[in-house]
C-alpha cells in the first residue's frame, strides 16, 4: 500500500531564506508525482508536476526534484516571501487503471516571516 | 483559464437532510474526482467517475453516492447527512491525456448540525 509522509508537519523561515520541503514514498512505481499548494479555507492550486521518466521540473523561483529510487521527492523554494505561507502538499499518481488515484501526504505548513 | 467550478462554498445543512454537492469543469476531463479533507486525516478519495455515467467507489465512499451524466458536471450527494460527514469537499478533474495534471475547484465546507 502506498503511503506518502510529509517531513516536517510545520515550518517557520524568515523572508528570503531558500528552503526545501520534503515529501517521501514507499511505493516507487509511481506515474507521476504533483506538488500543490493550499491557502487557508480553499482549494489546491497545481505548483508542479513531475513525471516518473523526469528528474525535476522548475517554475519561477520554485524547483521540484524526484528521486523514484529512494522514494523521494524534494520542493524548493528560493528567495522566500511571506505571500509564499501556505501548506504544501504532495501526492502519487499510481501506475495502472485508468484513473490513477492520487495518494496525498499530510503537507508542510509553511510559515515565511517578514 | 481552466476552471473546476463548485456550486456552493459553504453550506449547513440539519442531520437527515439529503445534501447535494456540484462541480462543473470546462476542460473537457474524463476523469472526475470527490475527495474530503479533515484536519489530521488529509485528503482521501470518496468517488471517482472516468466517464459519463462511470464511476468507481474511492477509500471513503460509505454515506455518499455521485452521478456524471454529463462529462463536465460530477454531483456528489449525502443521502441522509450526519455530523461526521462535516467536513471540506474537493472536487477535482484531470484529462486523459496531456500532461495529467489535476486541477481542483475552491472547496466545499459543509457543516451538519
Known amino acids: 500500500k502506498q503511503e506518502v509522509t510529509q517531513i516536517p508537519a510545520a515550518l517557520s523561515v524568515p523572508e528570503g531564506e531558500n528552503l526545501v520541503l520534503n515529501c517521501s514514498f514507499t511505493d516507487s512505481a509511481i506515474y507521476n508525482l504533483q506538488w500543490f499548494r493550499q491557502d487557508p479555507g480553499k482549494g489546491l492550486t497545481s505548483l508542479l508536476l513531475?513525471?516518473?521518466?523526469?528528474r525535476e521540473q522548475t517554475s519561477g523561483r520554485l524547483n521540484a526534484s524526484l528521486d523514484k529510487s529512494s522514494g523521494r521527492s524534494t520542493l524548493y523554494i528560493a528567495a522566500s516571501q511571506p505571500g509564499d505561507s501556505a501548506t504544501y502538499l504532495c501526492a502519487v499518481r499510481r501506475l495502472g487503471g485508468n484513473t490513477g488515484k492520487l495518494i496525498f501526504g499530510q503537507g508542510t505548513t509553511l510559515q515565511v516571516k517578514p | 483559464d481552466v476552471k473546476v467550478t463548485q456550486s456552493s462554498r459553504y453550506l449547513v445543512k440539519r442531520t437527515g437532510e439529503k445534501v447535494f454537492l456540484e462541480c462543473v469543469q470546462d476542460m473537457d476531463h474524463e476523469n472526475m474526482f470527490w475527495y474530503r479533507q479533515d484536519p489530521g486525516l488529509g485528503l482521501r478519495l470518496i468517488y471517482f467517475s472516468y466517464d459519463v455515467k462511470m464511476k468507481e467507489k474511492g477509500d471513503i465512499p460509505e454515506g455518499y453516492s455521485v452521478s456524471r451524466e454529463k462529462k463536465e458536471r460530477f454531483s456528489l450527494i449525502l443521502e441522509s447527512a450526519s455530523t461526521n460527514q462535516t467536513s471540506m469537499y474537493l472536487c477535482a478533474s484531470r484529462g486523459r491525456v496531456g500532461a495529467n495534471v489535476l486541477t481542483f475547484g475552491a472547496g466545499s465546507r459543509l457543516t451538519v448540525l
Open positions: 513531475i513525471q516518473s521518466s523526469q
